[in-house]
C-alpha cells in the first residue's frame, strides 16, 4: 500500500512538470513558511517549512453553475503586497493588541476572479474572490488536500452536516481515514517530523461552512452542506431538513470568499496563541461597542438549579434567581444565566408561572447584576423585535441562542443576521447549538461565545469528557475563537469514582484541573456552571473565581503538548494567572515565574492538586506568598490534576 500512495505522490508531480505550468511563490516575513502556487490546467498549492513540503501539491477551485474557476485558468497579473500593522481588538480574549504582519500574493485571473495567499510566521491562508456581477451559484468548492506523509490527526468525528459540532476526537493517520470519515473544523495535524497544522477557517459570510472528509492516499477533501430546500414539521426546536438543493450557495458575484487556514507550529503553544481567524476577518461593524461588557455568569442549567439550605423550594421560579442574583452580587460575578425553562417553548413573551421578570429585572438592577437570557432560535427568528424591544425594557444584558445544529448558507446568515441585529438593542450574544467559530466575533464583537464543542455540560450523561479532551480542545477548537465550556464545578472525581449524574453532576478530574480552566479557556462570558450553594461553602476558592478575569492583556505558554498537558500564564493590567492541567498522567512542572516584570514583587495565591487528589479529585492546597521574577519551584500535578495561581502586585 505504501508503494502504491508513493507513486501516486510523485504522478502528481509528473502531471505538474509535463503540463505548461507557471509557479508562484510568497513567502513569511521571517522567510521559513513559504507557498508555491502552480497554474497549468489546474490549480495546485504547496506549502513548505524551512524548505521541507508539509502540504501539498494541493487542488484548489470553485465550480460555479455554469464554469469552474480555477480549470485553464490564465493570470493576468500577479500582484504582491505587505501588510504590517497592530490590531486593537474590541474585546482583548488573548492580548491587548495584535500583530498583522504578513505577505500577500494576490493572482488575477482571466475571467474576473482571483486568488490571494497571505503568509504569516503562524501559518498560511488562501481565499478566492469573484467580480462577476450580481449573482452567481456555487455547486462546490474544490480543496483536495495532500500531505507528503502520513500524518496522524485528532479528527473531530461527524455523521451528518445537521450538526451542533459537539464533538469528540478520534486519534487516527491518514491513511486510515476513507470517504465515509467526515470531520468539522479545526482538524489538528501532527506529522511525525514537522511543525503541527491546524486546518480552520474564517471570515464566513453568506456561504456554508467547510468540512473535511478522508480520501484514498495521504489526502484530505473539503466539503459543504448544500442549501436546505424543504423541512419537516417544527418540532419544538428542531426543524429536520427533507431536501437540499444541488449547490452550496446563491450569492453575489461580487465578493470575497472565506479564508482556509493553516495555522503552522513547530511548537505547541504556539498554537494556543494563535490569532490568524481573528486577523483575517472582516473588521468590527458597530459603531459604538463602549456598551459590550465582558463578565462572569452564575449559570443555572448545569445544576438543575439544585440549590438548597433555603427555605423556599428551589427551582425555576423568582424565590431561586433572587438567590443566583445574591450570590452573583456578593462575589462580584456580572451575569446570571436563566437558561430553559423561563418562557413557555414557543412563545417567548409568555412567561412561566413562579417567574415574575419585571420583578427579577429590577432585583437584578438594584443589586447591579445583569441578566442573559435563553431561547431557542426559531422561536426568537419568528418574534425576533418584538422579543428584543422587551428584553432592551427589561434591561437584559445579553442573550443565548440555542439548536441552530447547523452551518449551511441560510443558517450562517442566520447567525449574521441575530448578531446584527442584537448589537442594535445593545444584547451580548452566546450561541449555542451552533457551529464552530469563522470569524464573526471581530465583525460583531457582541458575539461573545458559542459552544460548537464538548464542554462541561457532557458531564451530565458522557464517559468522554476526559482530562485529556479538555487538552486537545486549547490546541485546535480554541484557535477557532472563544469556547463556552462551561467549567468550575466543585464536585470532582477520579476516573474510578466518576460517575454522569444529570441533577447532581461532577466533574472528570480534580478541583484544580477546574480551577485553571478559568485562566487557559477563553471565554469573554465565563460560565460558573455549579449551584451557588456549594459556591458558598467553598470560599477559598471563591476567592479566586471572584477575581479571575475573562479577558487579558497578554498570553505566554510556558510549556504544552497537545492532548497531554498545558501550562500558561495571562495578565490583566497589572496581575498575572497561571493554569495548569494534565490528561490522565500524574506530572510535575517548573514554576518558573521569570515572565514577571523584575525587581517587582507579586502576592501569589496558588491552588494545587492535593496530596490525596490521586484519591479525592476534591483534594487541594492553597497556599499564598509573596515572590518575584526568581521565583522557581517544582509543582505536582495529580492524574487528571491541575493548577491555578493568581499573582497581584504588592503595593
Not at 459556591?535 to 479566586?544: A, D
Request: hydrophobic share 40%.
Amino acid at each position: 500500500m505504501k508503494k502504491v500512495i508513493l507513486l501516486m505522490f510523485f504522478a502528481s508531480f509528473a502531471l505538474l512538470a509535463g503540463a505548461k505550468s507557471k509557479k508562484y511563490t510568497v513567502a513569511s516575513p521571517d522567510g521559513r513558511i513559504e507557498v508555491a502556487a502552480t497554474v497549468s490546467d489546474k490549480l495546485f498549492f504547496t506549502v513548505s517549512f524551512d524548505g521541507k513540503e508539509i502540504v501539498g501539491p494541493s487542488e484548489i477551485a470553485m465550480e460555479l453553475s455554469d464554469r469552474v474557476l480555477g480549470e485553464k485558468a490564465v493570470v493576468k497579473k500577479a500582484i504582491k503586497n505587505s501588510i504590517d500593522e497592530t490590531i486593537t481588538p474590541v474585546v482583548k480574549i488573548k492580548e491587548a493588541s495584535i500583530t498583522n504582519r504578513c505577505n500577500e500574493l494576490s493572482l488575477q485571473f482571466s475571467g474576473d476572479y482571483a486568488l490571494t495567499f497571505r503568509v504569516y510566521n503562524e501559518g498560511m491562508a488562501y481565499r478566492f474572490e469573484t467580480m462577476i456581477g450580481d449573482e452567481i451559484v456555487v455547486k462546490r468548492e474544490i480543496g483536495e488536500y495532500e500531505f507528503p506523509e502520513n500524518y496522524t490527526c485528532w479528527l473531530g468525528r461527524e455523521k451528518r452536516f445537521q450538526s451542533n459540532n459537539q464533538v469528540y476526537y478520534d486519534y487516527l493517520s491518514l491513511q486510515e481515514l476513507g470517504e465515509k470519515d467526515m470531520g468539522s473544523l479545526p482538524l489538528i495535524l501532527n506529522p511525525a517530523n514537522g511543525p503541527k497544522i491546524v486546518m480552520a477557517e474564517t471570515d464566513l459570510r453568506d456561504y456554508p461552512g467547510m468540512w473535511l472528509k478522508g480520501k484514498e492516499g495521504l489526502a484530505l477533501s473539503s466539503t459543504a452542506a448544500q442549501v436546505v430546500k424543504n423541512y419537516d414539521e417544527l418540532s419544538d426546536r428542531r426543524l429536520p431538513i427533507t431536501e437540499r438543493e444541488e449547490y452550496i450557495a446563491k450569492t453575489s458575484g461580487t465578493r470575497t470568499f472565506p479564508w482556509r487556514v493553516f495555522a503552522i507550529a513547530e511548537d505547541d503553544g504556539e498554537l494556543v496563541l494563535n490569532q490568524l481567524t481573528y486577523i483575517l476577518s472582516t473588521e468590527n461593524q458597530i459603531a459604538d461597542p463602549s456598551w459590550i461588557q465582558p463578565g462572569k455568569v452564575a449559570w443555572d442549567w448545569w445544576n438543575a438549579n439544585n440549590v438548597y439550605n433555603v427555605d423556599f423550594r428551589a427551582g425555576i421560579n423568582t424565590e431561586t434567581y433572587k438567590y443566583y442574583i445574591d450570590f452573583a452580587a456578593k462575589y462580584g460575578i456580572e451575569n446570571v444565566m436563566l437558561d430553559e425553562g423561563w418562557y413557555e417553548l414557543g412563545d417567548l413573551t409568555k412567561i412561566m408561572p413562579g417567574m415574575d421578570m419585571e420583578e427579577l429585572t429590577r432585583y437584578a438592577k438594584e443589586k447591579g447584576v445583569g441578566l442573559i437570557l435563553w431561547c431557542v432560535w426559531k422561536t426568537l427568528d419568528d418574534q425576533l423585535d418584538e422579543a428584543f424591544t422587551q428584553f432592551q425594557r427589561w434591561g437584559v444584558k445579553g442573550i443565548k441562542v440555542d439548536f441552530m445544529d447547523r452551518d449551511d448558507q441560510g443558517m450562517v446568515n442566520y447567525f449574521h443576521r441575530i448578531a446584527k441585529k442584537a448589537a442594535e438593542y445593545e444584547l451580548m450574544v452566546d450561541f449555542h447549538g451552533s457551529y464552530k467559530p469563522a470569524g464573526l466575533r471581530r465583525m460583531y464583537p457582541n458575539v461573545m461565545t458559542r459552544e460548537g464543542v464538548n464542554g462541561g455540560e457532557q458531564f451530565k450523561w458522557s464517559m468522554r469528557q476526559t482530562p485529556e479532551h479538555d487538552l486537545i480542545l486549547p490546541f485546535g477548537r480554541m484557535l477557532a475563537g472563544p469556547m463556552d465550556y462551561t467549567p468550575g464545578a466543585m464536585n470532582n472525581a477520579q476516573k474510578k469514582d466518576y460517575e454522569p449524574i444529570f441533577d447532581t453532576p461532577m466533574s472528570m478530574g480534580t478541583r484544580c484541573h477546574q480551577l485553571a480552566m478559568f485562566v487557559i479557556y477563553e471565554s469573554p462570558l465565563q460560565m460558573l456552571c455549579d449551584s451557588p450553594t456549594n459556591y458558598y461553602k467553598e470560599e477559598e476558592c471563591m476567592k479566586f473565581l471572584s477575581a479571575v478575569p475573562v479577558v487579558w492583556d497578554e498570553s505566554v505558554v510556558l510549556d504544552a503538548k497537545v492532548s497531554d498537558y498545558l501550562l500558561m500564564a495571562r495578565r490583566n493590567g497589572d496581575s498575572w494567572y497561571v493554569g495548569g492541567m494534565t490528561d490522565w498522567d500524574a506530572r510535575e512542572f517548573k514554576l518558573d515565574l521569570s515572565f514577571l516584570p523584575q525587581g517587582k514583587k507579586f502576592r501569589m495565591t496558588m491552588y494545587s492538586d492535593g496530596v490525596n487528589a490521586d484519591r479525592c479529585g476534591k483534594d487541594y492546597k492553597m497556599q499564598e506568598m509573596v515572590v518575584g521574577s526568581d521565583f522557581n519551584q517544582l509543582i505536582k500535578l495529580a492524574p487528571g490534576g491541575g493548577v491555578a495561581i493568581m499573582l497581584k502586585p504588592v503595593k
